[in-house]
């Protein structure tokens, strides 16, 4: 039979090692929603700056309203759940902005006048695929660092 030395010493690092984790990874988090969110807001086009104030991450879950563009959780017995959105109720077009909008018929005010539709500005989904990988890396960083830290003994 083998004894572990210092054993109470690895339980301490090892109980210290979630905390540790979850605030590591929480920064990065937000470090990484900061960034995909100043992107978006450098590429969304501009008439009223309605939507581009719209532009946004929480804790969470979105406004009612926006569009979602990724909600990332994760499971370390703390929530971790991080959504970045853009658009609310008052600036409802971002999917029409994102995507464009087909040639239709008017409805409402200028029933039967033909709309010619718009381009798509995609601002949204570059920005979250721009940031997507560097956005992993990090966070795995932040889960390395803190193991690194706690065996450490920091």
């Keep these: 039979m083998a004894k572990i030395l ?18 590591n990874i929480r920064s990065e988090m937000e470090a990484v929603a900061d960034d995909i969110v100043a992107m978006m807001k450098n590429l969304v086009p501009v008439e009223s700056g309605a939507l581009r104030e719209s532009i ?8 009612k309203g926006s569009m979602v563009l990724a909600t990332a959780k994760a499971s370390l017995g703390a929530d971790l ?11 409802y077009w971002a ?6 909008t087909a040639p239709h018929i008017n409805k409402g005010l200028y029933a039967g006048s033909q709309n010619p539709g718009t381009r798509a500005q995609p601002f949204f989904y570059v920005s979250w695929r721009a940031n997507k990988k560097p956005a992993k890396r990090a ?6 660092n803190a193991a690194r830290a706690v065996a450490a003994g920091k």
Excluded: S
């Design 81 to 91: 759940t991080i959504t970045i959105y853009a658009g609310n109720d008052e600036a």
């Design 139 to 144: 966070i795995r960083k932040a889960t390395r």
């Design 95 to 100: 999917r029409w902005v994102e995507f464009g």
């Design 56 to 63: 946004g991450w929480t804790w969470g879950k979105a406004p």
């Design 6 to 23: 210092n054993l109470a010493r690895l339980e301490r690092k090892l109980r210290r090692l979630p905390k540790l984790v979850v605030d």
